[in-house]
């Protein structure tokens, strides 16, 4: 079974950037599609990016286009997310997930997704 655990979150002021990572153990995170979602209190967990296994296909959340990148290091079992320019609406838990899918397509529907990290804490201030 697959273990994720993500890092990198923190308090950045608005405009700042931070890199998230997402490290895999157990599976085979190669040939897992991968995605990152975000949940602020009270909310539903939203999608933000997701990257097909072989990082070849990439989907956005509007909300992150232009903004964020989304990038896998399949060697190191690790997933990143770099957001740039980011905003206080950005504040959220960032979770990473894993998708056990055999199509190269990445997905934005929280239910494909198999696997679930812990989440990390983002908090843009204003």
């Known amino acids: 079974q697959e273990q994720l655990a993500e890092s990198g979150g923190g308090l950045v002021q608005a405009g700042g950037s931070l890199r998230l990572s997402c490290a895999a153990s157990?599976?085979?995170?190669?040939?897992?599609?991968m995605g990152w979602f975000r949940q602020t209190p009270g909310k539903e967990r939203e999608f933000v990016a997701a990257i097909s296994w072989r990082g070849g296909n990439t989907v956005y959340a509007d909300s992150a286009k232009g903004r964020f990148t989304i990038s896998r290091d399949d060697p190191k079992n690790t997933l990143y997310l770099q957001m740039n320019s980011l905003k206080p609406e950005d504040t959220a838990v960032y979770y990473c997930?894993?998708?056990?899918?055999?199509?190269?397509?990445?997905?934005?529907?929280?239910?494909?997704?198999?696997?679930w990290g812990q989440g990390t804490q983002v908090t843009v201030s204003s």
């Open positions: 997930a894993a998708d056990r899918t055999t199509i190269p397509i990445p997905t934005h529907y929280f239910d494909s997704y198999d696997y």
């Open positions: 157990g599976g085979t995170f190669s040939s897992y599609g």
